[in-house]
């Protein structure tokens, strides 16, 4: 018997993927076919196969539920509200960890297909995190790559050999999840909060809308906000630390799930 609590649930999922699906129409031709065919597992490759990122973003999901696709409408959301346009990829969703190397998710690249698995669908930040695999692999250049590197300290990229937070590729999702949609920022930032909010810039070129909202929200002295794309936005006063030409900057919503001092 379907309960008040599940008609709620699934009339909210059915806008979301109505929100995710309208969003894809603006970009170009989507697809979004619900299939229960299994995918054919291939290996992925070590580093990032050229993609063009001018092409129109088309999806493809798989063994979606009415909760996947209103999650997945909300991370799609975040990266417009970013202004971070998403590759081309089929999104396969798997009810054991199994498929995805017994992790939450997997982004995988190969000149045949890039795809993204999702084995631990309720976990809401997977989305996101996968998401931004894709976005980094179609959009950093080898030279932002290495300045990235040196930012955080780190020395290997996707190297299977050395641990989860040693990896260029690994930090890099969770920067930008974390820029995109993460907890919102503490009235005083750590010294890692602002190397992950420096780092995010570096790598998208924006200030990131957890950001934005810290600084549009309070009145924030000049000497306190902590990167150079912060400093043109006003906050809630009107007032700016620099010129506004920088460019246009994009606020961001659903401001939530990730501890920026973990």
């Not at 050229?50 to 009415?66: E, S």
Request: charged fraction near 20%; include cysteine; glycine fraction near 6%.
């Amino acid at each position: 018997m379907i309960t008040r609590k599940t008609t709620v649930w699934l009339i909210a999922a059915v806008w979301a993927a109505v929100a995710l699906m309208l969003w894809l129409s603006v970009l170009g031709p989507s697809n979004l076919p619900v299939s229960i065919a299994e995918p054919v597992l291939v290996e992925a490759e070590p580093d990032a196969w050229a993609r063009d990122t001018q092409q129109q973003a088309r999806f493809t999901v798989h063994n979606a539920t009415a909760e996947d696709l209103g999650r997945l409408g909300q991370a799609v959301m975040a990266f417009a509200n970013g202004d971070l346009k998403l590759p081309a990829v089929d999104i396969w969703f798997h009810p054991d960890q199994e498929p995805c190397s017994e992790r939450h998710g997997l982004f995988m690249a190969t000149s045949e297909s890039w795809q993204i698995r999702i084995c631990s669908s309720d976990i809401e930040f997977v989305y996101e995190h996968e998401f931004a695999h894709a976005w980094v692999t179609a959009n950093v250049t080898d030279t932002k790559r290495s300045a990235f590197m040196n930012l955080r300290g780190l020395e290997h990229w996707a190297d299977r050999e050395v641990p989860w937070n040693q990896r260029g590729t690994e930090w890099a999702a969770v920067i930008i999840q974390q820029g995109l949609s993460g907890l919102p920022l503490p009235p005083v930032l750590s010294n890692e909060a602002k190397s992950r909010l420096k780092s995010y810039e570096l790598l998208t070129g924006r200030v990131a809308p957890a950001l934005l909202e810290w600084i549009t929200g309070r009145q924030v002295p000049c000497s306190d906000r902590p990167t150079v794309l912060s400093r043109p936005i006003a906050d809630r006063t009107g007032r700016t630390c620099a010129s506004s030409s920088v460019g246009k900057l994009h606020a961001g919503k659903n401001l939530e799930r990730i501890d920026w001092s973990a």
